[in-house]
């Protein structure tokens, strides 16, 4: 489903030299599986997401999404193929001045939907997330757990195949966080739909996550099916993450 090949990223640095974000790095990611890539703050997590919605372009290497080489899409041709991929971020990134049904439209409104077809997709979403009897609510009126589960319902407007989550529950307490995995799960099955999940959090891994690489220093230096990497950790960072007690809760969801 995923295919990232040799790809590296540097940035030129205030001081002039240049900071290897991503550095060779390659994996792949299997068709309806959920693959975590976890790693200490400034690892080159975000970099490695953002690279794959072609808003960092890569200095090496390439992407490919469902075998489309999304690395040298242009233009419309890009436009349209980010269609085909929901993201979800830390800070919700949902519009405050238009109510939690309006924020699960947006997608499909600037996509020409229909309006009746709109009122059934968004209703359907609403009830997929958890979210009846908040229709009519604003971002602010709503839990962080709440506004999570709107930008999800948005990410899954249109029926995208691949789901990028970037640290989505980094700012939720133990309890909503475990609720918003267990939807994570659900979602998996309902809509057969890939998922990465970008995380420093091992909670996360060891809870919902088939396989893992972890990163570090824009490099992975380890990666396997997470069960496996977390029972019998090699590298050094894995082991601090592992020994560090970054857990918010040992159970299972
Ligand atoms: N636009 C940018 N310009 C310069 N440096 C950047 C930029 N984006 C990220 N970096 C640097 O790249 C490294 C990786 O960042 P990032 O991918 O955000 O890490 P993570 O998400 O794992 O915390 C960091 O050292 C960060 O400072
Ligand atoms: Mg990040």
């Given at each position: 489903m995923v295919k990232i090949i040799n790809v590296s990223k540097s940035f030129l640095q205030t001081n002039n030299e240049n900071l290897h974000a991503l550095d060779n790095v390659s994996l792949e990611i299997s068709k309806n599986s959920i693959f975590g890539i976890i790693g200490l703050s400034g690892a080159g997590k975000s970099t490695l997401l953002r690279s794959i919605i072609c808003l960092e372009k890569v200095d090496q290497g390439q992407i490919y999404v469902d075998?489309?080489?999304?690395?040298?899409?242009k233009g419309e041709e890009l436009r349209s193929f980010l269609k085909n991929i929901g993201i979800v971020f830390q800070g919700y990134n949902l519009l405050y001045q238009k109510t939690v049904e309006k924020n699960i439209a947006f997608p499909l409104e600037i996509s020409g939907w229909k309006k009746e077809d709109i009122k059934k997709r968004v209703n359907?979403?609403?009830?997929?997330?958890?979210?009846?009897?908040?229709?009519k609510a604003y971002p602010a009126q709503l839990s962080g757990g709440q506004k999570q589960r709107v930008a999800i319902a948005r990410a899954l407007a249109l029926n995208p195949k691949l789901l990028l989550f970037d640290e989505i529950t980094s700012a939720l307490d133990p309890k909503t966080t475990k609720q918003i995995l267990k939807l994570l799960l659900e979602i998996r099955d309902k809509f057969q739909v890939t998922m990465l999940i970008i995380t420093h959090e091992l909670a996360v891994v060891s809870s919902i996550c088939d396989e893992v690489a972890v990163l570090d220093y824009g490099k992975i230096v380890e990666q396997g099916i997470a069960k496996t990497v977390l029972?019998?950790?090699?590298s050094s960072v894995t082991k601090m993450l592992l020994g560090k007690g970054g857990w918010k809760d040992e159970g299972n969801i």
């Amino acid at each position: 489903m995923v295919k990232i090949i040799n790809v590296s990223k540097s940035f030129l640095q205030t001081n002039n030299e240049n900071l290897h974000a991503l550095d060779n790095v390659s994996l792949e990611i299997s068709k309806n599986s959920i693959f975590g890539i976890i790693g200490l703050s400034g690892a080159g997590k975000s970099t490695l997401l953002r690279s794959i919605i072609c808003l960092e372009k890569v200095d090496q290497g390439q992407i490919y999404v469902d075998d489309f080489e999304i690395t040298s899409l242009k233009g419309e041709e890009l436009r349209s193929f980010l269609k085909n991929i929901g993201i979800v971020f830390q800070g919700y990134n949902l519009l405050y001045q238009k109510t939690v049904e309006k924020n699960i439209a947006f997608p499909l409104e600037i996509s020409g939907w229909k309006k009746e077809d709109i009122k059934k997709r968004v209703n359907y979403l609403i009830e997929v997330t958890g979210l009846k009897g908040k229709e009519k609510a604003y971002p602010a009126q709503l839990s962080g757990g709440q506004k999570q589960r709107v930008a999800i319902a948005r990410a899954l407007a249109l029926n995208p195949k691949l789901l990028l989550f970037d640290e989505i529950t980094s700012a939720l307490d133990p309890k909503t966080t475990k609720q918003i995995l267990k939807l994570l799960l659900e979602i998996r099955d309902k809509f057969q739909v890939t998922m990465l999940i970008i995380t420093h959090e091992l909670a996360v891994v060891s809870s919902i996550c088939d396989e893992v690489a972890v990163l570090d220093y824009g490099k992975i230096v380890e990666q396997g099916i997470a069960k496996t990497v977390l029972e019998k950790p090699q590298s050094s960072v894995t082991k601090m993450l592992l020994g560090k007690g970054g857990w918010k809760d040992e159970g299972n969801i």
